[in-house]
């Protein structure tokens, strides 16, 4: 059974960095396509970035593009989210997912298509 624990959430004020990581369980994190999601209070969970098994392929919801980096050592099972210049609509509850793609290159965006999912990691951003 694949698991997948993130970390590295918490409070910050407007301006600041945070940086996520999600950590994989099982030997075949190098097939699974990643992402991040995040959801904030009274609202829809939504998408924030992935990253394809390769890892040469990213994309970002547009929100965030420039002040976030979605990234993954395979050799560490991980894959990572450094957020800079947070805003305070940033603040969310944050879940990683992977999801089994045949195509190293393959990027999920839906959520509906991601197979395993963490159980989140709060970001507070204060301004």
């Known amino acids: 059974q694949v698991q997948l624990v993130e970390s590295g959430g918490g409070l910050v004020q407007a301006g600041g960095s945070l940086r996520l990581s999600c950590a994989v369980s099982?030997?075949?994190?190098?097939?699974?396509?990643m992402g991040w999601f995040r959801q904030a209070p009274g609202k829809e969970r939504e998408f924030v970035a992935a990253?394809?098994?390769?890892?040469?392929?990213?994309t970002y919801v547009d929100s965030v593009k420039g002040r976030f980096t979605i990234s993954r050592e395979n050799a560490k099972n991980t894959v990572s989210l450094q957020m800079n210049s947070l805003k305070p609509e940033d603040t969310a509850v944050y879940y990683c997912?992977?999801?089994?793609?045949?195509?190293?290159?393959?990027?999920?965006?839906?959520?509906?298509?991601?197979?395993?999912w963490g159980q989140g990691t709060q970001v507070t951003v204060s301004s």
């Open positions: 997912a992977a999801g089994v793609r045949r195509r190293s290159w393959a990027i999920i965006i839906s959520e509906i298509e991601y197979d395993y």
């Open positions: 990253m394809s098994a390769s890892g040469g392929s990213t």
């Open positions: 099982g030997r075949t994190f190098s097939t699974y396509a």
